[in-house]
């Protein structure tokens, strides 16, 4: 069990020692005097500290751009942590760095940092990027000088220094790669007294610590973390401290997205408990696009990259994005204690506000999601800003339309009560109607006998209220519209 | 070599008109641009924590800070009764205290200021100050503040013609209300400073603050030392848009009363949750109109009462209301004007600048007026402003002519057809038409920005030229950088002027010990008064090398480019032999023991403005520009898309033209910003909720339509501004509105004009009134 951190530093082996709160922001600025990172908010909205993390998965380097604010130092174990130092050798600037320059596309400076190191974590694990992965990975950078079309542009800059995607690459990625493939994964384990964490490399080592480490796990003395994002936000701006921070992110078998498909079987996407929102968007495209697309709308490529579904629906917030769209289509989650695993359906996991059916000392080990039950799946949200922000009232239905009539609906939705809601009546309602505008109107009147929405600072009750009723009739106009475009294809 | 020069010369070297790139860019890309936070930390540095007032308005009964001063690491907590100099930092009226004294106005006042040797040390000392306070009722909205008659400066006037007259007897005549809400800056770098301590008792500030001046006069009022003895170093803002004008400067006193009580270097950094729930925004107006106008739309007499929400004290809340009040008519004609404006009182953060200064809210109501016109009458809202426009040689309400005020109609005629205003109406209307749940919209506005500080001693500059003997130049001036590129765009003056490549040329940071009593960077200002400043100090160093030359190369006629100096007969110039380099003639003009260095003054010709009688000529000239928006809005959430944009904007002749379209890109981003999605809401006792960026949106690269054409205006030279350039920092942040205005457009599709949907329009306000209309719809 190692006390202190390994990691590569822009290509050199660093070891460290660091407190079980200590965020890479603060590692990098304040222990090893590295500037070049920024605190712009915090709690991981601006981008202005955001980093590159290569990481070992499925036998090769993965890089990923996260927020150092909500990135654990303690984390990096293994890692390769690449920060806007790293980028130009020599004394001469990256392509990415050059193209910056060419695009006019840093004024004050204090985001460029960021923008750089998200642009490179772009270049870095998609060779050819689209406008939409361009904007996927940068939505997560506030700059308030250029208006982003300068930075928009550097993709153009970045063609015209001829540059293919292995010149992105800094020199020191392939030796680092090497010695990261060959770096033997040990538990990690630091403690002052006040705050721990405990980051184990397997299920078995958890289970075990969980028996010998009791006073640091009883009680609400112990958070499990994958990520850590939302767990961070609580630590450093609302004094919510845990005695024990619990990383499973390094335990491989929580990685795993996998198929149930056997013949006799119902079929379904089992996704484990650690896999990152980032890999749910690209490895559920084809298999379950609406989680893939939903996903998508869920805060920045930073936090999406480290987050999970699971902490997004442990967190038990009632505007959770991929709550109601799970719960529409009856996802099971499997919860993984010292004493075995149980199945819960997430339908019945929420108790309260922000209460679980959770043990403290339990983990989400999968979400089972059941596939193929339904012929039209929809999420919609509504939120101040189209991306980056957290919904006033977001909503999920799944339907098996069968000739133009609804045979079987399911209809949850989010910000609309102290936790997300299955909406049985509303569901019962649609079932054996048309699939028609009118239907979904009718729906209006049963909708509002099951949720009573209050008001606060993203939208006040009145308005919850109208906007849930809305999204039902959204889902319908979603319906019409994959419908035109089925058209068109033929 | 030969060859080579020849191709130097023809090629750019940064000289004005070029767009090289940003002379701090190497820094910025590679991360290594120095902001407060990031300077190298002197030893023995104390970390400071605030403690802000919890409530809008209360009596303090009690400052307790005895248990915390026992907490192990704090080295110090002071109060208002710790201040040795004046308590007192009010810019323009001296209504503001640096600590709160007897009672608090405002959520965030500071308090009390804890030093201690580590930021946790110092947070958890400010556990323990026990702070008791009386809760006293606070006054949150203008109708409250007069209602008590509360103002934070005098009620003033514009006024020209007779606007009751025409009142009484028009054929169309309207009322009401237009309102906007604030905006939070948003600069990435929050409010920071670092005091260092000096000898005699004078202290050094590294402030993040567009008013080094200010800071520099009110750390040594707070101190009760004279001015020389505190000096004030300013690199660079990690933005700043006017929240760092007057805001900055509390910080700054605070670390500076720190050090020179402890005698130890004193750091303040704010957090971004610190600064959004203390720190001035900008103003809301709620304002009442009344417009009689004719049946082609022609405004025949306006009268508007811009109320705007000042907050506790008075900051620059006056000029900014000022500058509201002379953008009342914006691009138009109005020849029964009358503009009242009251600048009331509240318990709200002291409101500041913010780029427009004003500006966007005045120009927001006339805007709105002739928009309802335009609804009311079934005209289009292009016409109606268009008939409207400023012609050549009309004279503003008061009482200045609107120089080259012909540019904005040409620009509006221009804009039609880059826009595609006509055929966008055509298919918006058949959009519509077949859209029941999408209604999309079109909007406009145009821009007439007034340049200079409407305070007419605030318009100087001032330079420092320093020449080494390698060639190099050390430019100092009175602006300061905060990403509006005013150092690139110096330098190419300099360069320019004394004909070298810009590398030749540093800019330094702004220190009150190389130029003094510089006005803020505000106003859009920064490099015509500055540049100005550098020009003339240039000009006196470039006198004596040409004196220099003369006698070198007698009867010859010499140019300086790109670090050579060549001979040129009859316009055209020998690139083939140069005569010699800058360097060796700066190295002559050494041992011939001339001056190398020189100080540079401007100060603009002609400005005045008689605030009681509303009369005079406060601006040296004016930017023109117009913006065309398209947008589409979702009926059953209220959302918006913002799906196009054109923008034609007239910068004169353009020193830099990449930088002027990068701030155009960046004012229209902070202006889509402030009409759709930033919302600053309140709980009824005045704190601000949305006090962070989980909270507060500004926009992102997704909210920037892939459709933004920018076009500068060509052919426009102005004599006025440094090198025939215009200022460009402010006026294009007014392109916003059109969002605003395209959204506007998309609701009066439903049939009635959206009377409540204030700024921002957000997905809830737009929502409000797609359901009045609805309703009324069902009514008929």
Known sequence: MKKTIHFFLNGNLKEVQVKAETTVLELLRNKLELNGIKEGCGEGDCGACTVVIGEVREG??????????????????????????????????????????????????????????????????????????????????????????????????????????????????????????????????????????????????????????????????????????????????????????????????????????????????????????????????????????????????????????????????????????????????????????????????????????????????????????????????????????????????????????????????????????????????????????????????????????????????????????????????????????????? | MKNEQKENSCSQWGQVGTSPLHISGFDHVTGRSQFIDDIPKPRNLLQLKILPSPLAHGKIVRINTEKAKALPGVAAIFTAQDIPGENQIGGIIQDEVCLAEGHVHFVGEPVAIVAAESLEEAEAALGQIELVLEEETPVLTVRDAIAKNQYVGPIRKIERGDVEAVFADCPHYLEGVIRNEGQEHFYLETQSVLAVPEDSGGVTLYSSSQNPNEVQRMAANVLGVLQNQVTVDIKRLGGGFGGKESQATAWACIAALAAFHTGRPAELRLTRDEDMLCTGKR?????????????????????????????????????????????????????????????????????????????????????????????????????????????????????????????????????????????????????????????????????????????????????????????????????????????????????????????????????????ANTSPTAASSGCDLNGHAVENASIKIMKRLRELTSRLFPDMEVVFENGFVYKAAKGSVDYEEPLITFKDLVKKAYFERIDLCDHGFYASPGIHFDRDKGQGHPFLYYVFGAAVSEVTVDLLTGRTSLDSAHIIHDCGSSINPRVDVGQVQGAFAQGVGWVTTEELVYNEKGRLLSSSPATYKIPTIGDIPEELHIELLEGSLNEQGIKRSKAIGEPPFVYGESVYFAIVDALCSLGTYPEGLSIPATPEKIWLEIRRSTNAGRNE
């Not at chain 1, 968007?281 to 996903?295: G, N």
């Not at chain 1, 569901?427 to 929405?453: C, Q, W």
């Not at chain 2, 190419?492 to 130029?515: D, H």
């Open chain 2, 283 to 515: 103003h809301a107006f709620e304002s009442d109109y009344r417009v009689a106008f004719n049946e082609e739309g022609k405004i025949l007499a306006y009268s508007v009462e811009l109320n705007s929400n000042c907050g506790a004290v008075a900051d620059v809340s006056t000029s900014v209301l000022e500058r509201a009040m002379l953008h009342a008519e914006n691009s138009y004609r109005i020849d029964n004007i009358r503009v009242i404006g009251r600048p009331c009182k509240t318990n709200l953060h002291p409101a500041t600048a913010f780029r427009g200064f004003g500006g966007p809210q005045g120009i927001f109501a006339i805007e709105s007026v002739i928009q309802k016109i335009a609804f009311t009458l079934k005209l289009d809202p292009y016409d109606v402003r268009m008939r409207n426009m400023y012609l050549k040689g009309d004279i503003a309400p008061y009482g200045e002519e609107i120089l080259n005020a012909e540019h904005v109609g040409e620009i509006f005629e221009k804009l039609r057809t880059y826009s595609k205003w006509d055929e966008r109406k055509k298919n918006i209307a058949v959009f519509n038409a077949k859209n029941k749940y999408y209604k999309k919209g079109i909007g406009i506005t145009p821009v007439k920005f007034g340049i200079s500080f409407t305070a007419a001693h605030l318009n100087q500059g001032s330079a420092m030229i320093l020449i080494y003997l390698d060639g190099s130049i050390s430019v100092t001036h009175g602006a300061i950088e905060m990403g509006q590129e005013v150092n690139t765009k110096i330098a190419q003056i300099a360069a320019t002027n004394f004909g070298v490549p810009l590398s030749y040329v540093r800019i330094e940071s702004n220190n009150t010990k190389r130029v």
């Open chain 1, 60 to 490: 090769r380097v993965h890089y990923k751009s996260v927020t150092g604010c909500l990135y654990l130092a303690a984390k990096l174990e293994g890692k390769h942590l690449i920060t806007i130092e790293g980028l130009a050798e020599k004394g001469k600037l990256h392509p990415i760095q050059e193209a910056i320059l060419s695009s006019h596309a840093t004024q004050c400076g204090f985001c460029t940092p960021g923008v750089s190191l998200s642009i490179l974590a772009l270049y870095l694990e998609r060779s050819n990027p689209t406008k939409e992965e361009f904007r996927r990975y940068l939505e997560g950078n506030l700059c308030r000088c250029t208006g982003y079309d300068s930075i928009r542009k550097v993709p153009e800059y970045l063609k015209e220094l001829s540059v293919c995607s292995e010149n992105l690459r800094p020199s020191f990625l392939e030796a680092t790669e090497e010695q990261q493939l060959g770096f033997i994964q040990e538990d990690v384990f630091v403690d002052d007294g006040t705050f721990a964490y405990y980051s184990p490399v397997s299920e078995e080592h958890l289970i075990e610590f969980l028996s010998t480490h009791k006073e640091l796990t009883g009680g609400n003395n112990l958070r499990y973390i994958n990520g850590g994002s939302d767990v961070l936000v609580g630590i450093k701006k609302r004094n919510q401290h845990y005695r024990l921070l619990l990383d499973i992110s390094r335990i491989t078998s929580l990685q795993q997205i996998s198929y149930q498909d056997k013949p006799q079987e119902a079929k379904a996407l089992i996704l484990g408990g650690g896999v990152s929102l980032s890999r749910v968007i690209d490895s559920t495209r084809e298999s379950f696009s609406e989680l893939s697309a939903t996903v998508q709308r869920m805060c920045s490529e930073q936090v999406r990259s480290s987050a999970t579904v699971a902490g997004n629906i442990v967190n038990a917030s009632p505007v959770a994005d991929t709550v109601p769209l799970l719960m529409a289509v009856d996802a099971v989650l499997t919860l993984q204690g010292q004493e075995g695993e149980r199945s819960v359906p997430l339908r019945n996991f929420f108790h309260g506000y922000k209460q679980t059916e959770n043990k403290p000392e339990e983990w989400i080990a999968s979400i089972c999601v059941p596939l193929g039950e339904y012929n039209f799946i929809n999420f919609e949200k509504v939120s101040k800003r189209k991306e980056v922000d957290i919904a006033a009232v977001n909503s999920a239905i799944a339907l098996k339309i069968e000739e133009g009539i609804i045979n079987r609906a399911e209809v949850a939705c989010g910000g609309v009560g102290a936790t997300t809601l299955y909406l049985p009546k509303t569901s019962r309602y649609l079932e054996g109607k048309e699939m028609k505008e009118e239907t979904f109107l009718g729906a209006f009147e049963v909708i509002n006998t099951e949720a009573t929405p209050i008001g606060d600072v993203r939208g006040s009750a009145q308005y919850r209220s109208a906007v849930m009723q809305n999204l039902l009739l959204k889902h319908y106009l979603a319906y019409e519209r994959s419908q035109e475009v089925d058209g068109y294809e033929e």
